[in-house]
Every structure is written in C-alpha cells, then in structure tokens.
C-alpha cells in the first residue's frame, strides 16, 4: 500500500516569537507522521522604513515587540529561551527579517527545504536568544558558515531574481489562502490554520488528517 505524505506548508518569519514556539513542535510532528514541511518566507515588514509605518518609529516597533516576546514567553515550552532583556539592550534597532528571508531562499535552492528549516532555526535562535542582529549581513553569513554553507557559494544565488522572486511568490501564495498572520499553516491546500497551536493540537490535528 502506498504510503500518502501529507504535506503542510509552514508561513513564517525569522523575527516571529510564534513560530519561534511552533518550529520545533512542528519537528516533533515530521518525526512521528508521514508529513512532509514546505517553508514559505512572509516577511511582516521589509525594511525600516515599513517598520516605522507599522509601528510610527523604531523604537516603538522594539518596546512593542518585545511586549509579543513576553506573550511568547509565557506560552514556550522552555522560556528561558527567549532573552528579552538581552535583546532590550542590544545597541541596534529591531531587525527585519527580509535579508534572513532572502538567505533561507538561497539555502533552500542549494541544499532542500530541510536545509532551509535548520538555517532558519538557527537564525531565530540567533535573534530572540542570542540577541543578534539577523538584519546585518556577517551575522547571517557566520550563521550560513555554521550550516556549512559559504559565503561565495551562497553569493551565486542570495541576490538573484529568482530568489527574490521565491520571497514575492511565498507572500501571493499566502494571499490566495487568505493569510494574513504568522504562524500559518496550509495542510494539503485545503485546511489553513492561523494561530499556534500547542503540540498536543498539533498533533490532534495533523493526526486526524492522515487518518481521514
């Protein structure tokens, strides 16, 4: 009998404390069922300019933030995690997370969705625990590095128009679901889920579907 993959497509961004908490629930998940993970890059804000037309400045859009960290906090499954006070006095404004979008992109070209899940675990790792500037470019290549990926092999592909074009066409394709948050989840292009779920949810969910 033939084995049916179901397949959920993962909507995020590396700046997102929800998917923050959802990534590895959701590898807990690719363990136990036949599920296949498709990353798909939704950035919130690309650069400062529409940070400050979300948020009316810079530093309202860090206060504000890091009030959603404190959310997350209180929801993770290992708090500790996430270092909001490191990050309160870190010395740079609050990154986007398009350049980290743009990277994972260009890894996903080169070595597959699952390399693309490591480097953006890592990446938000090394923005909300250890408080690093993932907006800034010798973060993200020493980050690449650690996954084994080289800056000059990276730089082949990180500014191409295809690359771009993947991060344009990630954002059309949440909006043909109706996505308008992050974390989102698509399940098998049908079933779309807009919150972050614990993993016993998960799991119910992803569960359930495989058996119907």
């Known amino acids: 009998m033939r084995l049916v993959v179901t397949t959920i497509e993962f909507f995020h961004d590396a700046v997102c404390g929800w998917c923050y908490l959802l990534s590895p629930r ?4 690719a363990a136990k ?4 993970i498709v990353h798909r890059a939704f950035v919130l804000q690309r650069n400062e300019r529409e940070m400050i037309a979300r948020f009316g400045s810079l530093a309202q859009a860090k206060q504000e933030i890091l009030q959603h960290w404190e959310q997350c906090q209180r929801y993770a499954e290992h708090p ?3 270092n909001i006070e490191r990050m309160r006095a870190a ?5 986007t997370g398009y350049l980290a979008a743009l990277y994972a992109k260009a890894i996903e070209k080169l070595g597959g969705q699952q390399a693309h899940w490591d480097f953006f675990d890592a990446v938000q790792r090394a923005h909300l625990y250890e408080a690093r500037n993932i907006a800034d470019v010798q973060e993200l290549n020493a980050i690449a590095k650690a996954q084994e ?3 000059p092999e ?3 592909t990180l500014y191409s128009p295809k690359v771009k074009q993947a991060v344009i066409n990630d954002k059309l394709r949440a909006e043909n679901f109706g996505i ?3 974390p989102s989840l698509v399940i098998d ?10 993993f016993d949810q998960l799991e119910q969910l992803i569960a359930t579907h495989v058996a119907s």
Request: proline share 9%; aromatic share 14%; glycine share 0%.
């Open 26 to 29: 959701l590898r807990k998940i």
């Open 33 to 36: 069922y036949p599920v296949k």
């Open 80 to 82: 500790e995690l996430i």
């Open 91 to 95: 010395p740079f404004d609050y990154p």
């Open 149 to 151: 990926f080289t800056y």
């Open 154 to 156: 990276l730089l082949a």
């Open 180 to 182: 308008r948050t992050i």
């Open 189 to 198: 292009d049908t079933k779309v889920v807009s919150q972050t779920l614990t």
